[in-house]
């Protein structure tokens, strides 16, 4: 798929969240965030002056399209750096309606509001080493698409990352790594490719990660059944930092 291409989602819709439990969830998390962040603003909301409404993208190509074009932006230097005026600000205490979760890694290089050119409320980016699962990502996955009602999930890689580099050190060399920092690296061992030369390995499984996490994502059931209805797509991507170009990951 290139940046201008319809994706063409490969599975589809989950079961829908029963009303009781989002509506929890929503109190929780805007009520929360209505009564504190006026607060924090200084303002009053009765009084406020609420920003028009923004259309976000409401299918996975059109969610696709906006990121290609916003990293189309970042990394040709015309960043609009928007949805960051006090108006949007205002808006976004009531609630969020971002359009695309970003599942990347933690690397200080690839925060995805800036690769995508995208501003507050736009994304749901989430953010473990090396892209790793665990029920903490998966849940906070499953919260942008099952009570957000998102379209688009991307898995996004990227050149010269750090947890791969360890796992595949660690797989070569049969050394221990500290702490926790083990763990990932066996989640990401299923990525490499021992009949690949050494120096290749590491860039091969960053690709690779990125495809089994993307597969693992859409086979969950409550995301698999979306996808089939093409009320989802989820897509693999690796952002290149040399030219800092996002592109697809089949």
């Known amino acids: 798929m290139n940046e201008s291409s319809e994706p063409l989602p490969s599975a589809g819709d989950v079961r829908r969240a029963t009303p009781s439990r989002r509506g929890l969830l929503r109190t929780a998390v805007t009520g929360a965030a209505v009564t504190t962040g006026a607060w924090a603003l200084g303002a009053p909301t009765a009084t406020a002056t609420p920003a028009p409404r923004r259309t976000r993208p ?9 990121l290609y074009a916003g990293n189309r932006r970042w990394r040709t230097f015309r960043e609009r750096h928007p949805h960051e005026s006090r108006a949007v600000r205002t808006e976004v205490v009531s609630g969020q309606r971002p359009f695309a979760v ?9 925060p995805p509001e800036l690769v995508f050119d995208q501003g ?3 994304l749901i980016a989430v953010r473990s080493a ?11 996955v499953a919260y942008g698409v099952l009570d957000l009602g998102i ?7 990227h050149q010269s990352c750090g947890a791969v580099s360890a796992a595949v050190h660690a797989d070569e060399t049969g050394e221990t790594l500290p702490a926790h920092i083990q763990y990932l690296a066996e989640q990401i061992k299923p990525a490499i490719d021992h009949s690949l030369p050494l120096t290749a390995r590491v860039d091969a499984a960053v690709t690779a990660q990125v495809g089994l996490v993307r597969s693992r994502l859409a086979a969950e059931p409550d995301l698999a059944a979306r996808i089939a209805e093409g009320r989802l797509a989820a897509v693999g991507a690796r952002y290149e930092l040399t030219n800092q170009v996002v592109r697809e990951v089949p």
């Open 151 to 157: 379209p688009l999930v991307m898995v996004l890689g």
């Open 120 to 122: 507050l409320g736009d």
């Open 58 to 66: 409401a299918t996975p190509g059109a969610a696709l399209r906006e």
């Open 130 to 140: 090396g892209e790793v699962l665990d029920e903490a990502v998966l849940g906070s």
């Open 102 to 110: 970003v599942l990347g890694c933690i690397d200080s290089r690839v």
